[in-house]
Each structure stands twice: as C-alpha cells, then as structure tokens.
C-alpha cells in the first residue's frame, strides 16, 4: 500500500510541475484523465509513471534550451 501512495504522489508531483494539461498531452490522455489518475478514481500503471517521467524529461529539455539561449543573448 505505501508503495502505490508513493508513486500516486510522484505522479501528482509531476502533474504539479509541468501542469495537469502538459502532462496529459505528453501521456496522449486527457486531463481529466490525469485528474482521475491524481484522485485514484482509475488506476495508476507503471506505464503511467512512465509517461510522466518522460513527459518531465520532455520539458526540462525545452527549458535546458531556453536558458542555453538566454545566456547567449547577454554573452
């Protein structure tokens, strides 16, 4: 039980930081689908958490180049 609480709050975590909306695109869900998933109306699979992870790993690529063109505007 306290494993599947962790990775529901992992999962939520991950929602929280890139929104529920990017993260349901990223998984090719709905947002409600994601909400759901937050809620524990629907199960949580590790295919899910898989997703989310990749969906993070999507964004923090975008933001590593943002700040990578940020910094060479003010080089």
Do not use: P
Not at 42 to 60: C, E, G, K, N
């Amino acid at each position: 039980m306290a494993r599947e609480v962790a990775r529901g709050l992992l999962f939520e975590a991950a929602a929280n930081a890139i929104g529920a909306g990017k993260l349901a695109d990223g998984m090719g869900v709905t947002r409600r689908c994601v909400n759901h998933k937050i809620a524990c109306d629907r199960s949580l699979t590790t295919d899910d958490l898989v997703s989310a992870a990749d969906a993070l790993d999507a964004r923090a690529a975008k933001l590593t180049q943002l700040a990578a063109h940020i910094r060479g505007a003010i080089a």
